[in-house]
């Protein structure tokens, strides 16, 4: 890649220092050529994945074993195949059928039972809030400057970022942070989270058919508002959903959430048969709007938005006809342990007492690291193995052999017909596009959301997914990489595949649907 050194108002890890003497030092980071230094612990990982214990132990232990154990019971020699095979009549006695048939039965339940269950996806809606909750980069910014509260400074600061952030006029504010003056409230916060879940969902029980009553798990993702009762609890009352509900509320783990609630509900669907899971992902901006003047704070303010999505996962045989995907892999990376990746983006007061989160300067380095961990982990499973082949002579010449090679970028164009990328900010989206060599059709659902929507959190990818699907473009054998990263630091990855073919004419409910005709928009470069 291209050493292009970055301006701070188009970084999301650009941090402001001032010392004593009021001499600004400015930070520029770009995300790393994550690709150019892969540990083969990750890649060894990755084939761990694809392998299924239960297939290895039926197919190495338990299959030789019993096969041994039937010829020794019934007896059977090596001239008995060789009757057999030169069309000999061989009459089995009783005990030999019986034998023979318990030993096939017992295998076909062992494997029946340990086969991982399918996992589909019947359908997901996308919260769209009223036109009234619209505002326009220069609304935000005539609230920020008769707001009062930041200096001038902060001022100039967020218009340049808001100016080249890729966010458009049309994105939504909850009513507490518009109403003059802010009424940052519980009781605002709360509302703010109504709206958004009981508005998706009502849409995706209007969509899917499926009743309240007849969810068996409920997760919600939310990560920096967490009343008492819970947000789970919230829905079950309105919803009057079942006693013996299966509720999980997730809380603190930033925008890559929505797929660490996809994972947990693939592995409890896998455990509880006939059952349907919904997850809902949002984000509540009303009690986390930052009033201070640290810059590492107030890019939040300038990227994020209010937006949710609600999800309607299936273990039923009968639901994969008219489900729309099937979940194929999903792979979570974890880099909490690191300091720097805990530390990279993290909630506190500022100088003056002022909560906000903060955005450290060696987040696009922790970003990459974590990226890099995530698709090295990723690639065995998905890639053709013709890229895999290549790949892998490349690594071992470089960490065996000390080759002085050019690393083989794997192609995932391969492996994936749509991707869709956390609309974390531009610069990140620019970045990614160069280390994984991906087209602008490729990208034109991450950048286009973060334009129509913002960084609704870990939304974000459910509102490119939708505008694939509003495009027409998903026909049936697609795969779709979904890719989030977030605070911790984590980064995780779902894979889908189309079960159908997904027209255009089907999207009505789509947040998309009304304006799909006026994108792909041209985003300035300022």
Not at 178 to 190: D, F, G, Q, V, W
Not at 256 to 265: E, M, P, R
Not at 384 to 390: D, K, N, W, Y
Request: glycine share 6%.
């Amino acid at each position: 890649m291209k050493n292009i050194e970055m301006d701070e108002e188009r970084l999301m890890a650009d941090v402001a220092f001032k010392n004593s003497s009021s001499v600004v030092i400015k930070i520029r980071r770009k995300l790393p050529d994550f690709l150019q230094s892969v540990k083969l612990k990750y890649v060894k990982l990755g084939y761990g994945y694809s392998c299924n214990p239960a297939t290895l132990l039926i197919s190495i232990v338990v299959f030789p074993l019993f096969f041994a154990t039937a010829i020794q019971l019934s007896g059977l020699t090596l001239r008995l195949f060789s009757d057999i095979w030169t069309k000999q009549t061989i009459v089995f006695d009783t005990a030999t059928v019986v034998i023979g048939s318990t030993i096939l039965m017992f295998l076909l339940g062992v494997y029946w039972a340990k086969r991982p269950r399918p996992v589909y996806l019947v359908d997901f809606a996308c919260y769209k809030p009223e036109d009234e909750r619209k505002m326009s980069i220069p609304s935000f910014l005539k609230m920020t400057e008769e707001n009062g509260a930041f200096e001038a400074e902060s001022i100039q600061f967020q218009k340049r970022i808001s100016h080249r952030s890729g966010l458009g006029d049309d994105t939504y504010f909850p009513r507490g942070i518009t109403s003059t003056p802010p009424n940052l409230s519980m009781k605002e916060a709360r509302l703010e989270a109504e709206a958004v879940m009981f508005g998706t969902l009502d849409s995706l029980f209007s969509k899917t058919g499926v009743k309240p009553k007849d969810i068996g798990i409920l997760i919600v993702n939310c990560s920096l508002f967490n009343p008492t009762p819970s947000l789970s609890a919230m829905i079950v009352n309105h919803y009057k959903l079942r006693t013996d509900i299966k509720s999980y509320n997730l809380g603190g783990m930033g925008c890559s959430a929505g797929l660490i609630s996809i994972d947990l509900a693939k592995h409890l669907l896998q455990a509880n048969p006939n059952t349907y899971a919904v997850v809902v992902s949002t984000e509540n901006i009303t009690l986390n709007w930052y009033f201070g003047n640290d810059r590492s704070m107030l890019l939040c303010n300038c990227i994020f938005r209010m937006g949710g999505a609600a999800m309607l996962l299936s273990n039923k045989a009968r639901d994969k006809s008219r489900s729309k995907y099937e979940l194929i892999h999903t792979v979570r990376t974890h880099k909490g342990a690191d300091d720097n990746s805990y530390n990279c983006v993290y909630q506190r007061e500022d100088g003056k007492g002022t909560v906000g989160v903060s955005l450290a300067r060696e987040l696009m380095a922790v970003a990459g690291d974590a990226l890099k961990t995530n698709i090295t982990t990723l690639g065995p499973l998905v890639l053709p193995f013709s890229e895999q082949f290549i790949f892998l002579v490349t690594l071992m010449k470089k960490k065996v052999f000390k080759a002085k090679v050019r690393p083989y970028i794997p192609d995932f164009k391969l492996a994936f017909e749509h991707f869709c990328i956390h609309a974390g900010g531009r610069a990140v989206l620019d970045e990614l596009q160069n280390n994984l060599q991906l087209t602008e059709w490729h990208m034109e659902p991450s950048r286009m959301t973060l334009h129509r929507f913002g960084n609704t959190s870990s939304s974000s990818l459910w509102y490119e997914l939708a505008y694939t699907e509003a495009k027409g473009r998903v026909s049936r054998g697609n795969r779709v990489w979904q890719i989030a990263f977030g605070s911790g630091f984590k980064c995780n990855s779902a894979v889908w595949r189309a079960l159908r073919e997904i027209p255009a004419k089907e999207c009505e409910g789509n947040p998309w649907f009304d304006c799909i005709d006026k994108y792909p928009v041209e985003v300035p470069v300022i």
